[in-house]
């Protein structure tokens, strides 16, 4: 298994046969057909390989004057210089026969590629969001990159070489066994059970090296990302230096597990030629001795010579072959696992669309973990109606953001019920779900595209004059348009090229253009400043008129005008009302926001204390007039 030290023969043939479908793909005749013509080919070309030898032969006695091919041969050929030539065209016909396989092949292998990478992209997406938060991107594309490169090699070896080769080794010990005897046979048998024997040892051997380096090289790989996605974290601290020997420790022990990966196949060379080199010297003494006798010409020498060195290359191959098989399940083991890992969250087999009526949203007896062990909800009920806008906020850890997770269904609740206009999300289709509901986050992520690319993910047939419209909603159209290249500038990374109040508006424009019926505001606002926070309000009150709205907030100055707020406080509702009832109670809502006032006011008086001396430095410094 993935922990193991070798690939157990349980999952080499699991893996076979999970391989199997992208071998011979189901609903394209056209590469089936490929692959039965290629293997046709290979075949032909086995035969037509095993001739090269006898014309070897036949030229060489021509040639020492010991010619006797009284029917042996057409008479055409029956010269030394017919012979000559028609041994280097047989080779040339095999080696076009390869070829054509190869060419007709080609097609087979890029399309297994092609279908289980794109089988393990949509597989990702289906998982759960807490499988992504813990697992590390670097590390996981570096697997679907290493998997998808040993499909093919492993495709194109198991189709159109294994049962060729052995019937190429099965007519090579016939022609031995009928030409010159069984010691030939015995030696020839002998010599390719050791080579195969040598080589599966020697290449299980060097699995265990090689899995080192891959693990050795996702490490790496995945600081190198984490280190380059958080660019400006590693500057503001100055850690360039502790970044670099982070990554470079990495690559030590990538260089260590490399270079064992590369002695190692110098000692399989090197067995598998001293092995090999045995059997033809043995072979060769007895061909050697049989000509002294008169038993055998020269002719014969050289033809059992010709027909080891054809052998030596199918043998290389099946160690090449077994090596690369065994290391291209090493590769893609993991990417299968990854295809094993079940789906968190499901659709119900009967799930149906969710209709969407008024849009009402009502959170029943709600209790949730992320573990067992830390309970983050417990028994929260309250409901969103139609059109309305119903807060949620509370101290850190409380379980706000938990309450939005839960709406989207990236998680399932242990227990009560989470309904839109009275149907449970837990029957309907996600797809459907997720396309009723519009999400403004605290952290905008947006993709290293341009601006217009951003804003029409929220509706990818939106047209131009529809992105248009949703960025002048969103107050941000005469910003992009006084860009250099304007709806066609580039974001970034992350969409780093823009400042925190802009990725904003870009994502309330993504959401505008969506137009969905329901919309959450997770801390949409949270990391702004008070002035970007203001402007970035009002157009996410534009934007949640007449929808059923649900904010979670940290600054409760952005809820005032809500229909209803919640308190919650370790995962219960410690209070709930208006904002006028809450400062009246004068509970945990009313310590929160007495708070936060006092903050805003000593922020804005520090401000003016600023400016102020900001203005009185410029009046000394003014000329006298």
Do not use: C
């Not at 019937?167 to 010159?180: D, Q, R, S």
């Not at 990391?527 to 059923?548: F, G, H, M, P, Y």
Request: charged letters at 20%; glycine letters at 8%.
């Amino acid at each position: 298994m993935a922990n193991g030290k070798t690939v157990s023969e349980s999952h080499l043939l699991r893996t076979l046969f999970n391989l199997w479908p992208y071998m011979w793909p189901a609903g394209r005749a056209d590469l089936k057909m490929r692959v039965v013509w290629a293997s046709v080919y290979l075949l032909v070309s086995k035969f037509v390989l095993l001739l090269v030898p006898y014309f070897f032969k036949w030229s060489t006695d021509a040639l020492n004057g010991r010619m006797d091919l009284a029917g042996a041969v057409p008479p055409l050929l029956a010269g030394a210089i017919a012979l000559v030539i028609a041994y280097n065209v047989t080779r040339l016909i095999q080696l076009g026969l390869n070829q054509l396989r190869d060419a007709l092949f080609a097609s087979v292998g890029q399309h297994a590629v092609r279908q289980l990478a794109y089988r393990t992209f949509v597989h990702m997406h289906e998982l759960s969001l807490r499988f992504h938060l813990e697992r590390k991107t670097g590390g996981l594309s570096r697997i679907i990159e290493r998997g998808t490169k040993g499909i093919e090699t492993i495709v194109r070896f198991t189709i159109l070489n294994s049962v060729p080769t052995v019937i190429e080794f099965l007519l090579t010990a016939v022609i031995f066994w009928w030409g010159y005897g069984f010691s030939y046979l015995a030696v020839t048998a002998f010599t390719v059970w050791a080579y195969i024997w040598f080589t599966i040892r020697a290449s299980d051997w060097r699995i265990a090296i090689r899995r080192s380096m891959n693990d050795s090289d996702t490490d790496a790989n995945t600081k190198a990302i984490d280190s380059l996605l958080n660019f400006e974290t590693v500057k503001y601290f100055g850690n360039e230096e502790m970044e670099a020997k982070r990554f470079d420790k990495s690559m030590e022990r990538y260089e260590k597990a490399a270079t064992d990966v590369w002695t190692s196949l110098g000692w399989l060379n090197f067995g598998q030629g001293v092995i090999f080199g045995i059997g033809t010297t043995i072979m060769l003494v007895l061909s050697a001795l049989a000509v002294q006798r008169g038993e055998q010409t020269v002719g014969d020498f050289v033809f059992v010579n010709s027909m080891l060195l054809q052998l030596s290359m199918p043998l290389n191959f099946i160690g090449f072959v077994y090596r690369e098989i065994r290391q291209g399940l090493t590769d893609i083991e993991q990417m299968f696992d990854l295809l094993e890992v079940p789906a968190e969250v499901k659709d119900a087999p009967e799930a149906a669309e969710l209709r969407i009526g008024h849009g009402a949203i009502s959170f029943k007896d709600v209790h949730f973990a992320y573990d067992p062990a830390r309970p983050i909800l417990k028994g929260v009920s309250f409901e969103v109606p139609a059109g309305k806008t119903v807060a949620v906020v509370g101290p850190s850890g409380a379980g706000k953001s938990t309450l939005s997770r839960l709406l989207y269904r990236f998680y399932d609740i242990q227990s009560g019920t989470i309904a839109i206009d009275g149907q449970d999300i837990r029957t309907v289709t996600q797809k459907s779900l997720r396309s009723a509901i519009g999400m403004v986050p605290q952290d905008t992520v947006l993709f290293n595209d341009t601006v217009a690319y951003n804003i029409r993910y929220g509706r990818t047939s939106a047209s131009d004059g529809e992105i248009f419209a949703a960025a002048e909603v969103a107050q941000i159209a005469h910003f992009i348009e006084a860009l250099p290249e304007g709806f066609d500038t580039k974001v970034g990374e992350r969409g780093l090229k823009l400042s925190g109040g802009e990725k904003q508006r870009v994502a309330i424009a993504r959401t505008i253009l969506k137009a969905p019926p329901i919309l959450i505001l997770d801390e949409a606002t949270s990391a702004l400043d008070t002035t970007t926070e203001r402007e970035i309000q009002t157009a996410l009150d534009v934007v949640s008129k007449n929808r059923t709205t649900l904010v979670i907030a940290h600054r409760l100055s952005t809820v005032i005008g809500a229909d209803e707020i919640i308190v919650l406080k370790s995962g219960e509702i410690a209070e709930r009302g208006t904002h006028a009832a809450l400062l009246e109670g004068n509970g945990l809502y009313a310590s929160m926001w007495n708070r936060q006032r006092e903050a805003t006011q000593a922020e804005e008086h520090l401000k003016q204390v600023r400016e102020s001396d900001e203005m009185g430095m410029i009046t000394r410094l003014a000329p006298a007039s």
